[in-house]
């Protein structure tokens, strides 16, 4: 399996098949352009998203061996169940940029992203129910871990004293779970129930890793398109905030006065962030998350040994490496 070629020609596919799933739908007479689909295509096509869910969905399905050509909609599934995420969280968070463009909610409003969060749900479903039922139930019970880790994450907001097992089941539910259905979905499709044990224990661990890896780059402003210490503008208690304040005191009171007001400066958010550098919680977030890719990495027994599950695990110690020169550039 030359790996790097068949997830380009597959990525290649899903891009067309979102392509054709987005297209203006039947809006009735008198009515110039789909509103819900401008709004959709505007998030998902075109504006630099990574498509780790439908990579991951290849190499899972490469390594039990489920042709491509099944998987497809399995990855633009993903794709989508993600998107639809993000619409609803840049309304709950009143986000204005994404990917370095303005959110849905910033061009059409509240109403549309909503809205157009839900179409793309149901067209995901839509597509899995003519593919297996099973994925179906599945991925219904994907989108109810990650709603709950989501309204989890609201009620976490400015709680400085919100404990890591806390923090890492929001983790889990909003990026861990999709990730392990990606194994398990591909895994269900070759009826091999080992397989879907190990794959979604894989995904959920490394999910709870590429969260870290985004709290981690929120601190040292390598997230293109966010601008830094955004997690301490907006009160969110990411794990290197949360770790910081756990070794100095007089942080935690800083922080706790600046999250007291309804707006905090640019310079107060600077100078907070800078503060949570200086206490080592970087570091020690690329160890927890080195934990979480090492036990993902365990997960995947005896899959390893093909060329798409070493793929898998060659992608996880990337994302290991890419923080650590992240961290090291930043000491430079």
């Not at 940029?97 to 067209?123: C, Q, Y």
């Not at 905030?241 to 640019?266: H, Q």
Request: hydrophobic residues 45%; charged residues 25%.
């Amino acid at each position: 399996m030359d790996v790097a070629h068949e997830l380009t020609e597959f990525l290649g596919q899903v891009e067309q098949r979102l392509t054709e799933l987005l297209a203006d739908g039947d809006v009735g007479p008198d009515v110039k352009g789909d509103t819900l689909m401008d709004a959709a295509r505007h998030l998902c096509l075109g504006a630099g998203g990574k498509r780790a869910r439908p990579m991951l969905v290849r190499l899972f399905g490469g390594v039990v061996g489920v042709p491509a050509t099944r998987l497809v909609d399995v990855g633009v599934a993903a794709e989508m169940i993600h998107s639809a995420s993000l619409l609803h969280d840049d309304v709950v968070d009143a986000g204005m940029f994404r990917r370095g463009r303005p959110t849905v909610n910033a061009r059409w409003g509240n109403i549309v992203a909503v809205m157009s969060g839900d179409l793309i749900l149901s067209t995901a479903l839509s597509q899995l129910s003519l593919l297996d039922a099973r994925l179906v139930q599945s991925g219904l019970a994907i989108v109810t871990e990650m709603t709950r880790a989501a309204i989890a994450e609201v009620e976490a907001r400015g709680d400085m004293n919100l404990p890591l097992t806390r923090l890492r089941y929001i983790a889990e539910g909003k990026t861990g779970s999709l990730f392990g259905w990606c194994g398990k979905a591909a895994a269900t499709l070759a009826d091999q129930p080992e397989a879907v044990a190990r794959f979604d224990a894989f995904g959920r661990h490394l999910g709870v890793a590429f969260q870290i890896a985004d709290d981690i780059r929120d601190i040292l402003g390598t997230d293109v398109g966010k601008p830094r210490y955004a997690d301490v503008h907006s009160r969110t208690p990411s794990l290197p905030i949360l770790l910081a304040v756990s070794r100095d005191e007089s942080l935690r009171r800083k922080l706790k006065d600046a999250w007291a007001f309804s707006v905090i400066t640019p310079e107060r958010t600077r100078e907070i962030g800078a503060a949570i550098e200086a206490t080592g919680a970087v570091e020690a977030s690329m160890e927890m998350m080195n934990v979480e890719i090492e036990a993902a990495l365990d997960k995947l027994g005896p899959f390893a040994n093909d060329a798409a599950g070493a793929e898998l695990m060659s992608w996880a110690h990337r994302l290991s490496e890419g923080i650590a020169q992240q961290v090291k550039g930043r000491a430079a």
